[in-house]
C-alpha cells in the first residue's frame, strides 16, 4: 500500500514527578545511523494523528491511547526521498511533516529494528543530537509548551 503524501515526527517525552526535569527521547536509525525522533507517514486513510499514533506503537512500543499533544510546527520536506511518490496524484514538490509530542512517562519503550538504540536526554542535550532545524523548532516548541511558557514570552525566556 502506498504511502500517503505527508510525514509525522513524534517526540516521546518524560517529566519527573517535580516537574523540574523534562526528558525526551531519541532514537539511533540502524539504516543512516544518525539519531532522529519517531518518523514516519501516513497509511490508507490515516490523518496525521492517526498515522503518530501507529508510527508511535510501532518504532517504541507505546500505546496508542497515550497522550498526544499536536504541535503547531509544520515543515515541508522535499519529495526525493520518498520511494512511494509516484502515487501520489498532486505531483508535490514538498509534503509537510506534522509534529506531535506524546507522553512516554509510564511505558518502556522497546525500539523496532529500524533503530539500534535509543537514549532519555534534557532539552539542550537533545538539541545538539537533533540534525534538522525543523526538528529543533518542534523541539523548542514542545519544551514551552511542557514548561507552561506563554507564547509571547517564549522568545525571552531560554528553554
Known amino acids: 500500500m502506498p504511502r500517503l503524501p505527508f510525514q509525522v515526527l513524534v ?13 525526551y527521547a531519541l532514537f539511533k536509525r540502524k539504516d543512516l545511523s544518525f539519531w532522529q525522533w519517531i518518523a514516519g507517514g501516513g497509511e490508507e486513510h490515516e490523518t496525521p494523528l492517526q ?5 508511535t506503537l510501532e518504532e517504541s ?8 499533544i499536536k504541535l503547531d510546527s509544520v515543515t515541508s520536506i522535499p519529495i526525493t526521498g520518498f520511494k512511494d511518490k509516484h502515487f501520489w496524484q498532486e505531483n508535490p514538490y514538498v509534503i509537510p ?5 506524546v507522553n512516554a512517562e509510564k511505558n518502556k519503550i522497546k525500539i523496532s529494528k529500524e533503530h539500534t538504540e ?7 542535550k537533545a538539541m545538539q ?15 514551552c509548551r511542557l514548561k507552561k511558557i506563554n507564547p509571547k514570552e517564549a522568545l525571552e525566556v531560554q528553554a
Open 129 to 143: 543530537y537533533v540534525k534538522w532545524d525543523s526538528n529543533k523548532t518542534a523541539l523548542w516548541e514542545l519544551n
Open 61 to 68: 512500543g507505546i500505546p496508542m491511547e497515550s497522550d498526544f
Open 51 to 55: 498515522a503518530a499514533k501507529r508510527e
Open 11 to 23: 517526540f516521546p517525552y518524560r517529566v519527573s514527578s517535580t516537574k523540574e526535569r523534562i526528558e
Open 97 to 101: 511533516e506534522y509534529s506531535f509530542g
Open 118 to 124: 535509543y537514549k532519555w536526554l534534557r532539552y539542550f
